[in-house]
């Protein structure tokens, strides 16, 4: 009787230990935002509205309309000295590489990819103006960022979906 008590208590305990173990979801596949994780080369692959009529003019980081960054090659190195470059020449855009400093952000529990344009002699921190978007969605493969723009008076988001290349 002893050796079935036992038994069943082993036998309830493993369907316990069973039951609370974690299991995979889509959070589990997505990663936290590291420098680590974010280091490499992405290329923007799509960019979206939410809050925004399709079709509007909208400037992005202060440089080009938001088409220009459509293909647009991010070189992101461990050691935070980046750039990006475009290239593409639709609706007037016009070719041109832009060295940055970046670095990732906890704002709030949210994971954010900031960064300041550099160059022409001028060091990181002399640099006051800077852009921070939020990482939506971190894969080893893609990467998605939320980006707050005020539009007529309201916060509207421009969302980039970027591809390791």
Known sequence: ????????????????????????????????????????NWVVTDINFDGIPRGSKVTVFDEASYNCFKGSQWILPSNNNGSYTLSSTEDGCSTATQAIVWSIYKQGGVDMFQFKKVGGGVKAKNVIDGYRVEISSLSSTSMVWRAAVNFEGKTGYIVYTLQRS
């Open 1 to 40: 009787m002893k050796h079935l008590t036992l038994a069943v208590l082993c036998l309830v305990a493993s369907v316990f230990a069973i039951s609370c173990k974690s299991q995979k979801g889509a959070t589990d596949t997505a990663q936290s935002a590291s420098k680590g994780s974010i280091k490499g």
